[in-house]
């Protein structure tokens, strides 16, 4: 995606770029390059990558999100996965900032760092599960 602000302005919070606004760009962004899907392929695809993104964001195995999807019936493996990662190096890295600003903000407003940590992950699953 192309953004008019930089990663580090939103780690910053020098610009606001929600999660929820990040989302909705990057499911656009998968429908731009693959206009010729329908709707259930693109939500797929969608889920898939944002996943590999946050799981990237997060330093979290791609070999265990593949295990993850095979046990949902989703047939794909970690070398599948890491090509989603290399094509989604721009988009981990905003991503990173949003929950770096998030964090921030957390303890800004008098969160311990592991208080700040479990609630972006309580606003990270609010956030997916309103998409």
């Not at 731009?32 to 693109?42: I, M, R, T």
């Amino acid at each position: 995606m192309q953004w008019e602000f930089t990663t580090d302005q939103v780690a910053a919070g020098e610009v606001s770029y929600s999660l929820d606004e990040f989302r909705k760009d990057y499911y656009q962004e998968i429908r731009d390059n693959f206009a010729e899907f329908d709707e259930p392929e693109l939500d797929r695809m969608f889920m898939i990558s944002y996943d590999v993104c946050y799981c990237a964001a997060t330093n979290r195995q791609l070999s265990e999100l593949a295990e993850h999807l095979r046990r949902k019936g989703v047939s794909c493996d970690a070398e599948y996965l890491e090509l989603i990662r290399a094509s989604n190096i721009d988009n981990i890295i905003m991503l990173k900032a949003i929950f770096a600003a998030t964090v921030a903000a957390y303890l800004q407003a008098g969160l311990s760092s592991r208080e700040a940590v479990q609630k972006l992950d309580e606003f990270h699953k609010s956030t997916i599960s309103d998409f």
